[in-house]
């Protein structure tokens, strides 16, 4: 088997694997695996933590370990974190899975830095697409999101910022 | 700049981040509304997280092979270098976001400067997510002190106070030692003149708006960075160490 399709096989096994707070995407998804490489002979999986304190990353690099090692018993995960992981790495299929699981996505790009609070920008209802919409809280239920709330249907929900 | 000042400054960084962190993490379940209590558990979990990857970068630096827990865990208060602002007790709400308030300020600052240099790029990662987080506590901690500051005349007073008892602690964020002289030489830390300037807008302009007094700069407190504390430190340690210092392998 050649290097190539190694690291192919080993990216399949490698999209396995789901955030544990985010169940219906995976880390692939979330922009979290950095890279495939084959270093003297062995799969290396690259992953960068989305925020510094986030309890999931132990969890996630024990899991890509996991299913990695179905395929390669010698790979290796590595934890890098420069450059630090940005919301503009969350690929864009992930979008519309977290709307139709009612969080409403990052708005714009990270570098913007009026887009870092989520004040003055519009958060639209992932329930009815109003943008009639209030940050009731920065912070929530997880590191990655603040709570919004819809001034039209009512719906609370929560919004991932965007970094 | 010493390989020991190199790693001396990254612990630094870390336990400003790692003391601040238990503290606020004493909140978590007593904040005075739920959102509150979330922001507060998450500005702890931040810090704690950002404390983790200097550790981790300071005993790799150091190269004797201590990892993070070794650094959090078993070192002694005097072995501690973080600033004496962050140490101070909770106190009440008004005390703990008045605090974040000054430390969030001039943390900010400092990060964006170190995600720039070009000596430590390991260290310049950690601070380019650093920034972004600590960009969010300090929004968070000036809103509250606005909103006490410019609220009742009983939450005016006790912040007014809050601030009055905590402002001897700032005058050692921008003292400089020979570490941070170094390090600066270097490039690797930044120049906390410039510090002092961009801190002094952002903290005059917030407690302009909740019409706080600005105290006058008199004496300061001084020594947290080279390992001489107040007494609240070693409390909050023994509590923070007690675990893994009876039972030193202990895992989950």
């Known amino acids: 088997m050649t290097n190539d399709q190694r690291i192919s096989r080993a990216w399949d096994q490698v999209r396995t694997v789901h955030d544990p707070e985010l169940p219906y995407l995976t880390v692939e998804e979330m922009g979290m695996v950095r890279g495939i490489d084959v270093v003297d002979g062995q799969i290396v999986v690259t992953i960068t933590p989305t925020y510094s304190g986030c309890p999931a990353t132990d969890v996630i690099r024990e899991e890509v370990n996991l299913a990695i090692h179905a395929c390669e018993p010698q790979a290796r995960v590595e934890v890098s974190l420069s450059p630090a992981w940005t919301t503009d790495w969350i690929l864009p299929s992930a979008y519309d899975k977290m709307r139709a699981n009612g969080i409403a996505p990052p708005e714009g790009r990270s570098a913007d830095r009026a887009f870092l609070t989520g004040q003055g920008k519009t958060i639209p209802c992932p329930r009815c697409t109003s943008t009639n919409t209030t940050m009731v809280s920065a912070f929530g239920s997880t590191a990655c999101k603040a709570q919004f709330k819809c001034l039209d249907c009512l719906e609370p929900y929560e919004h991932f910022k965007c970094i | 700049m010493t390989e020991g000042q190199h790693v001396q400054a990254i612990l630094r960084l870390g336990d400003d981040a790692m003391v601040l962190g238990q503290r606020l993490s004493a909140w978590c379940g007593h904040g005075p509304i739920l959102e509150e209590d979330i922001a507060l558990s998450n500005i702890a979990l931040d810090l704690i997280g950002q404390a983790r990857n200097l550790y981790t970068l300071a005993g790799a630096r150091e190269g004797k092979g201590r990892s993070e827990d070794d650094l959090a865990f078993f070192r002694t208060d005097r072995e501690f270098l973080n600033h004496l602002l962050v140490e101070q007790p909770n106190g009440h709400f008004g005390d703990t976001v008045v605090r974040q308030m000054l430390y969030s300020a001039?943390?900010?600052?400092?990060?964006?400067?170190?995600?720039?240099?070009?000596?430590?790029?390991?260290?310049?990662?950690?601070?380019?997510?650093?920034?972004?987080?600590?960009?969010?506590h300090w929004e968070h901690a000036a809103q509250w002190v606005v909103r006490l500051g410019d609220g009742t005349a009983e939450s005016h007073e006790k912040v007014q106070q809050s601030l009055h008892d905590l402002w001897s602690c700032t005058g050692e964020l921008f003292d400089v030692d020979e570490v941070d002289a170094a390090c600066q030489n270097a490039g690797m830390l930044p120049d906390l003149v410039a510090i002092r300037t961009a801190w002094d807008l952002r903290v005059n302009a917030c407690l302009a708006q909740a019409t706080l007094a600005r105290p006058e700069d008199g004496w300061m407190k001084e020594g947290g960075k080279q390992g001489v504390h107040s007494e609240h430190l070693s409390y909050m340690l023994a509590e923070m160490q007690v675990l893994p210092r009876t039972y030193p392998n202990a895992t989950w």
């Not at chain 2, 600052?109 to 920034?131: C, H, M, P, T």
């Open chain 2, 106 to 136: 001039f943390a900010l600052e400092r990060f964006a400067f170190l995600s720039g240099q070009l000596v430590d790029a390991e260290l310049a990662g950690i601070a380019a997510k650093a920034v972004k987080e600590l960009q969010y």
